[in-house]
């Protein structure tokens, strides 16, 4: 496709003024000196109707969730209501200035407030701060909140346990709190190996990062054990609850021991995600870590609603109070969907996995054989006797119209390799994934009997096979 600098024609516009409007006047004279370009902007001359057909043409290049099934393992790419996104344009949000004083911004403190409540009650958490930008962002800030409380007792502790099955997000995030990373093998069932906990957690350790459902989708039935073993030692537990499609109205981490944690409002809460933000990674805190939490956060008494400083709080961890069109969506979504709704959500994500996981098990062998949660973890090992590997099945699956899931995730050996996970969320029907199922049914009878197929898939689509490396190295940024 040509750029739309390639398609500009000197003199061609997408407007016409009548002419003599404006005679008298010399618009440029109006312009004062230092507001003048030295230059004139170099822009396309293009007639309207071509920008409506190029942009038009280009959003067809594209894949997103409107389009079609995104099932991309440890992401939830799922639906979210338009509605939502209306509720949060709404004049006095986007007006709603900063720096206003309190008294004028009452409604918008109500929603933080209670938006705050709302999750504190679906996470059994004492409070939230909403301030965090992502779920990389409420890492470090809840860590940092680890860091403080640590400190604010007198002790020091160097190391923080993390996981081999942790998002990658998590060792980096300790370490850019100061901690030494140290991680923790996971057993054959995919869950915290007990005795490398046990041997691992000392009074130098501050606590473990944990997820649960882990990464691969697996509930840990060990978390009371677990929770056990790093509070013995005066530890503490993080949860990373990026993803908590699996357990709205289910389980919540603040029974299970975990004492502070962030949700991406951005994966499970109405905010789609890609293509770098906004986002909303709020942290949760256990009454022990409150005052600890990012400053201010919003209070109420007496009905009125105000800031308020804690005094240990870390400091801010950004400019202003949050990403707030975010927090409108969640907590319209939250009160639309409701607490049963919730539950209905998490329920249907998780049997939505399991269909598949079901379905699909006879062709690529799961990397670990139980119930799942709202993702499960599939392999292509059994193909590569011909040839065939996860990418070019992941690539196939482009050719039948759906966009790939997250492969070569998890990667830890010998239990994971050559993985394909996917995460259907609750958003899809039954034929849907039907669909998805058949293709990939297909796909494994293709990588037996035409594996060439697969390796120079996709065929159908805008652009081939990437030589993936060259094409970071050197972006071409048109065909
Ligand atoms: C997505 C994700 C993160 C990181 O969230 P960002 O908003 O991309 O920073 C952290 N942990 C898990 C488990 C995730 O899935």
């Known amino acids: 496709m040509k750029l739309i600098y390639e398609k500009s024609k000197k003199g061609r516009h997408g407007f016409s003024l009548p002419e003599d409007q404006f005679k008298e006047i010399n618009l440029k004279d109006c312009i004062p000196q230092y507001a003048k370009e030295e230059k004139e902007k170099e822009l396309p001359e293009v007639s309207e109707v071509e920008v409506i057909r190029h942009f038009t043409k280009l959003s067809k290049l594209n894949y997103g969730v ?10 939830t790419m799922k639906y979210n209501p338009k509605v939502n996104e209306k509720l949060a344009t709404i004049d006095s949000f986007v007006y709603a200035h900063p720096f206003a004083d309190e008294k004028y911004i009452q409604g918008s403190l109500q929603i933080m407030y209670e938006l705050g409540e709302l999750l504190s009650k679906i996470t059994a958490m004492d409070k939230f ?18 860091r403080k409380y640590f400190e604010d007792r007198g002790e020091k502790r160097h190391k923080m346990l993390i996981p081999d099955s942790a998002h990658g997000t998590n060792p980096a995030s300790s370490a850019m709190a100061g901690f030494k990373v ?4 996971s057993n054959e069932r995919g869950g915290v190996d007990i005795n490398e906990l046990e041997r691992l957690m000392d009074e130098d350790t501050a606590g473990l990062m944990l997820t649960n459902p882990n990464t691969v989708g697996l509930f840990d039935e060990n978390i009371l054990k677990i929770a056990k073993i790093v509070h013995s030692k005066g530890g503490l ?3 990373d609850g990026a993803n908590l ?3 709205l109205g289910i389980v919540r981490p603040g029974d299970i021991g975990f004492d502070v944690l962030h949700l991406n409002l951005h994966k499970t809460f109405s905010t789609p995600h890609g293509g770098g933000g906004p986002g909303a990674g709020v942290v949760g805190a256990k009454s022990h870590l409150v005052e ?3 400053s201010p956060i919003v209070c109420t008494d007496d009905g009125k609603y105000f800031f308020e400083y804690p005094k240990k709080t870390i400091g801010r961890v950004r400019a202003f109070y949050a990403n707030f069109p975010v927090l409108v969506k969640a907590y319209a979504w939250i009160l639309s969907v409701g607490g049963e709704g919730l539950r209905e959500v998490s329920e249907a994500s998780i049997i939505n996995a399991n269909y598949i996981l079901d379905k699909l098990k006879k062709y690529y062998r799961p990397a670990y054989d139980r119930i799942c949660m709202h993702e499960c973890v599939l392999t292509g090992r059994e193909y590569k006797e011909y040839g065939v590997k996860t990418l070019d099945i992941a690539k196939r699956l482009m050719d039948y119209g759906f966009h790939p899931p997250t492969i070569y995730f998890p990667h830890f050996e010998p239990y994971a390799e050559e993985t394909i996970m996917v995460e259907p969320t609750e958003s899809e029907s039954k034929e849907t994934l039907d669909e998805f199922i058949n293709a990939m049914i297909k796909i494994a009878k293709e990588a037996k009997t035409k594996p060439e197929l697969l390796k120079g898939a996709p065929h159908n689509t805008p652009v081939g096979r990437l030589d993936e490396v060259k094409a970071v190295r050197e972006p071409k940024l048109h065909a």
């Open 292 to 294: 600890f939490l990012p």
């Open 66 to 75: 409107d389009d079609g099934l995104y099932p991309l393992g440890s992401c």
């Open 182 to 185: 140290v991680e923790v093998k």
């Open 245 to 247: 499609n699996a357990l």
């Open 129 to 146: 701060s909403l301030m965090p930008a992502a779920g990389a962002h409420g890492e470090l800030t809840g860590v940092l909140m680890i």
């Open 237 to 239: 537990l993080y949860y």
